[in-house]
């Protein structure tokens, strides 16, 4: 009989657990409106509002526990030139050019003023911009990974964050897509590789835990 995956991936180690740090950051990933609106081209349906409504409860803990919040978001000039062979192999996000209202925080994830935006124009929250720098400075050993969409700058981000030595937490009903197809299938890899998956509860838990030791 033929293994299955999960007894192959199983049998050669994957999907080990990490030792999660004692300064964790909660990242939030692209909430933007351009993934809520049904006109817009880059709506993602149910999968993202899912993540949205886990991020808004896993937010609310991390300000309460003192933990550090940092959003990003894409912006591009008009007619993207900054966003490069990106921009050119996917139209829609075209959506994102400076002054689209559609670029904005989704209603329910806004940010407050002492909170960081990264501006970013690839995929990866890390590529391009300070975000490493950032979280090294604060003293952050453990990012708690939150957006859109899995597939696409979740997954950059979760490279990223694991490859500049960050011990990676993707809350997995705190990501979305817009298939389940593509949403499992990263997750399972991401898990394999790169990170731990956690669901909002067991983030939650953890930031709780790390309070009370502090």
């Given at each position: 009989?033929t293994?299955?995956?999960?007894e ?10 990490q030792?999660w740090?004692?300064?964790p ?7 933007a409106r ?12 149910e999968g ?13 803990t991390?300000r309460q526990t ?10 591009y000039?008009?007619g993207?030139?900054?966003g490069?062979?990106?921009?050119k192999k996917?139209p ?9 209202p559609?670029?904005?925080l989704?209603?329910g994830?806004?940010r407050?003023p ?25 003293g952050?050993d453990?990012?708690l990974?939150t ?8 997954r950059?981000t979760?490279v990223?964050?694991m490859?500049?030595?960050?011990v990676t937490?993707v809350?997995?009903?705190a990501?979305g897509?817009?298939?389940e197809g593509?949403?499992?299938?990263n ?5 394999a ?6 669901t909002?509860?067991?983030a939650?838990d ?7 030791e502090?």
């Amino acid at each position: 009989m033929t293994e299955s995956l999960d007894e192959n991936y199983a049998r050669a180690g994957y999907h080990a657990r990490q030792e999660w740090g004692s300064r964790p950051a909660l990242l939030l990933v692209d909430f933007a409106r351009a993934y809520f609106e049904p006109d817009s081209p880059l709506y993602g349906g149910e999968g993202c509002v899912t993540a949205r409504d886990h991020a808004a409860r896993l937010l609310d803990t991390a300000r309460q526990t003192g933990t550090p919040v940092i959003f990003t978001e894409v912006r591009y000039i008009k007619g993207g030139a900054d966003g490069g062979v990106f921009f050119k192999k996917a139209p829609p996000l075209k959506v994102m050019e400076w002054g689209s209202p559609l670029g904005d925080l989704v209603e329910g994830l806004e940010r407050r003023p002492e909170e960081i935006m990264v501006t970013k124009q690839y995929p990866s929250a890390f590529f391009g911009t300070s975000l490493a720098a950032t979280l090294t400075s604060m003293g952050v050993d453990t990012v708690l990974l939150t957006g859109l969409t899995t597939s696409g700058c979740i997954r950059a981000t979760c490279v990223d964050a694991m490859s500049h030595g960050f011990v990676t937490l993707v809350v997995s009903d705190a990501v979305g897509d817009r298939a389940e197809g593509p949403h499992e299938a990263n997750l399972f890899d991401m898990s394999a590789k790169y990170a731990d998956l956690v669901t909002t509860s067991e983030a939650v838990d953890y930031l709780q835990t790390i309070q009370r030791e502090q």
